[in-house]
């Protein structure tokens, strides 16, 4: 079983990340979409809200990173 102390919310995720919500939903979708992490990483928990797991931020914080680079 998963500590929640290392699952995090949307508005969580977003804020520890500077970016919005919208934003953030949007490019954890298309990572997942991509096999960058699985279901288990990230699910819905309510309209527009989504529970992330360590790895989940982990990928999409380097996926924010590599796009700022461009």
């Known amino acids: 079983m ?3 102390n290392k699952v995090y919310i949307t508005k969580e ?6 970016i919005n919500p ?4 949007r ?3 298309a990572l997942r979409e991509q096999g960058m992490f699985s279901a288990d990483d ?6 527009r809200n989504y529970i992330f ?3 989940a931020v ?7 990173e590599k796009n700022k680079r461009k």
């Open 42 to 47: 990230m699910r819905a928990a309510g309209a």
């Open 13 to 18: 995720v977003a804020d520890k990340l500077g």
């Open 53 to 55: 797991n360590d790895r």
């Open 58 to 64: 982990n990928e999409i914080s380097k996926q924010l």
């Open 22 to 25: 919208s934003y953030l939903i």
């Open 2 to 4: 998963e500590n929640v």
């Open 27 to 29: 490019v954890a979708k």
